[in-house]
């Protein structure tokens, strides 16, 4: 992923998620996405389960659920429940909430996210210490989720 100019902070990570599974409660997400079906009055939830890998100062596999709800407006709420196992042993929780946009004709949704990150690892305590903000993409073609993460 390149450099994101409008992004303050230090980068402290790229990743790289595939969606592995997604689970509906009704109507599928494919199915609003495309506009075959109209976003219920009440709105939609998706449990996206993904698994993939942290490149930069934060390293390692990471695998979790994004608790997704696609509000009757179109609004894309994002809840993040992420584990992060860094390649020198450690454990770290990333937690968050932000929003999507599906860009228009496009299977693409552009990621905004506010992100917390905590762990009781001496090595990694400066990650309890700031607020992370993440941007990146979710493509539900080929199921990748890019994203940076910037430490404020």
């Given at each position: 992923?390149?450099?994101?100019a409008?992004?303050?902070?230090?980068?402290?990570?790229?990743?790289?998620?595939?969606?592995?599974?997604v689970?509906?409660?009704?109507?599928?997400m494919?199915?609003?996405?495309?506009?075959?079906?109209?976003?219920?009055?009440?709105?939609?939830?998706?449990?996206?389960?993904?698994?993939?890998?942290?490149?930069?100062?934060?390293?390692?596999?990471?695998?979790?659920?994004?608790y997704?709800?696609?509000r009757?407006?179109?609004?894309?709420?994002?809840?993040?429940?992420?584990?992060?196992?860094?390649?020198?042993?450690?454990?770290?929780?990333?937690?968050?909430?932000?929003?999507?946009?599906?860009?228009?004709?496009?299977?693409?949704?552009?990621?905004?996210?506010?992100v917390?990150?905590s762990?009781?690892?001496?090595?990694?305590?400066?990650?309890?210490?700031?607020?992370?903000?993440?941007?990146?993409?979710?493509?539900?073609?080929?199921?990748?989720?890019?994203?940076?993460?910037?430490?404020?």
């Open positions: 992923m390149t450099q994101n409008a992004m303050r902070g230090e980068k402290i990570y790229d990743m790289e998620l595939n969606i592995t599974g689970t509906d409660y009704g109507v599928s494919d199915a609003i996405l495309s506009g075959e079906e109209a976003i219920p009055l009440h709105g939609a939830r998706f449990d996206l389960a993904v698994d993939g890998q942290y490149e930069g100062r934060l390293a390692g596999h990471a695998h979790g659920v994004d997704l709800r696609v009757a407006d179109g609004r894309i709420e994002l809840d993040l429940h992420v584990i992060i196992d860094t390649e020198d042993g450690h454990r770290i929780a990333l937690s968050g909430d932000g929003q999507a946009a599906a860009r228009s004709g496009e299977p693409v949704l552009d990621i905004f996210a506010n917390r990150l762990t009781a690892s001496k090595k990694y305590a400066w990650v309890n210490e700031r607020q992370i903000w993440g941007v990146g993409t979710a493509s539900l073609a080929t199921g990748k989720v890019l994203a940076e993460g910037f430490m404020q």
